[in-house]
């Protein structure tokens, strides 16, 4: 049985100070987290809650969902040290190894997953704006929301899925596998050259996506190294017994919020038709992570891959596959549990692009990144007759991830949108009603003082005769405004709410 | 927020609505204007792009990522 899709995505932003010579991206990324985080004391409804401590007591990325950690992996260290903000809209935004990182609250489909990562920008910008006005001229920071700085480092956009635990775990290594290598069609964001060690950077022109060359296993707990395509951390920040955390880190970041929305949207009723067992046929390829990068590195959309039983498929022909099953799926009652009305508008949208990538992909230059940022590159390189490597064709394709409002490249060239700036802009300071990330960012808009630390499920109150409180919400589907509305309204400090929490518990 | 100046002038092709519903054969047939379009606008994109291309790309260099 399928489980609602609660879902989120966090960013790892690139970070430059372009006028320093010696560059402490840590540092930097310290200094915009903290001047975001500052507002609070400047400003009553500032959309941040900045003495909240990040709660690491319950973190063990080292839980691997096969079971034991296996010998030489490596999990995913936790920086506890650096900066950490809990934000009064559920988020959580922070710096992770050298990169402010910012996360989603949990989302209740994947139009929503779209408005919030676009709030998560304007943070951004913010954040920028504000660490700019106090640092000299010559120690500005700008941050690009990508993926690869072209020299072989790499830092991720990851999706995050709740799934069912009763779900077996091999079925989404399998059909998961088939969907992350073909659905690079459309989530790509574009890049010039290639990254594969051993291989010129110049021996390929331009890719589809920016993660792909990255990608050495096919199942494993990395982030950083040897990353796999299906990654196992077993960590669901929600009543194990019950569910599990799908945790994505194959996807590109999107400047498009139709590939965002995409992105996200089929890979939630991917998963739900998983639940479900809905899908009959597995497409299993031979070598995954050979056909990962075959795929992003075929712009022709033509290559055939080969399959484990010998015979071969097109991306795009496993792409209709898939969401010939979606089709029959979410006519079929599927939508329940994958958003509803916004289910239909997934499959819509997914027919569109595929028929798009089919006939005339560059009918999809307002709505997917890699066909936009080609076409754009191509235009500047004819109109000034230079050749893709030139730095200033590198430096247009690295503005193509420019957020700021001034130079935003992805403005200029009329990507569509989804969602109105206004929506865009209350998603800055109001949580998702839907989600338990109402209770969080609710408590952090009423009672900032009173919250010690936070954590996805749960937080920590200090009380009257200073006692500590921890108040669990070990369901990502509990604590919505629906079910807490009244409550918060009608209570006057933590101690009370806590009080009627508990006794309401009993 | 209030400091943040957010308004901007409305761009081409927004449409929040109707952009998921389009079909397929008008999407095509605009496809020729767009790039057309592209052109119109390199200017702009060139009063955006950052001075000094050659040392901006080689100092972008981004360590430490997942």
Redo the contacts between chains.
Sequence with gaps: MSIPKICGIET?Y???Q?KLAD?N??HASSVIVNAYAKQADLSTNS?VAYSVEWDFNNEMPENDVRGLTPIGSLP?LIETHLVNAVLENGARFYV????PEISTPECVDALQVVKYDRSGE?IL??AM?LANQNLEPEEEIIVYKD?????G????C?ENYLVSRLTPFGDIICHATTHFITRQIYTGSGKIGVEIPGLDSDSLQYQLTQRADFFEEEVGLE??LKRPIINTRDEPHADASKYRRLHV?CGDANMSE?ATFLKVGSTIILLAMIEDDFLHRRIIFDNPVRSIREVSHDTSLQKPLMLQDGSSIRALEAQWEIFSSAKTYVENGGAEHTGGAVAQ?II??WE?VL??LE??P?????EIDWIAKK??IE??AD?HNLPLT???I???A??YH?IR???R?T???????????EEI?SG??NPPEETRAYFRGMCLQKWPESIVSANWDSLVFRIEGDHLKRIPILDPNEGTSLKLQSLLNRVNSPTELIAEIESSNK | MAEQEYSKEQIPNQDSDSSLDDDSVSQSETSSELANELDGLLDEIDSVLESNAEEFVKSYVQKGGQ
Excluded: C, F, M, V
């Design positions: 790892e690139a970070i430059i372009p560059q991206p840590i959309g995913p992770d190894h050298a990169h304007k910008e913010l704006h993926n690869s700085d072209g020299k480092n790499s830092y991720g990851h982030t950083t880190i139709t508008t819509q949208t569109r028929t798009g006939k005339d560059e009918s999809l230059s307002t076409l754009l235009r500047y109109r030139d730095p200033r590198k430096l247009l690295l503005q420019d409002e001034s130079k490249i403005d200029i060239i009329g990507l569509k949108k989804l969602i109105d700036e802009l800055i300071d």
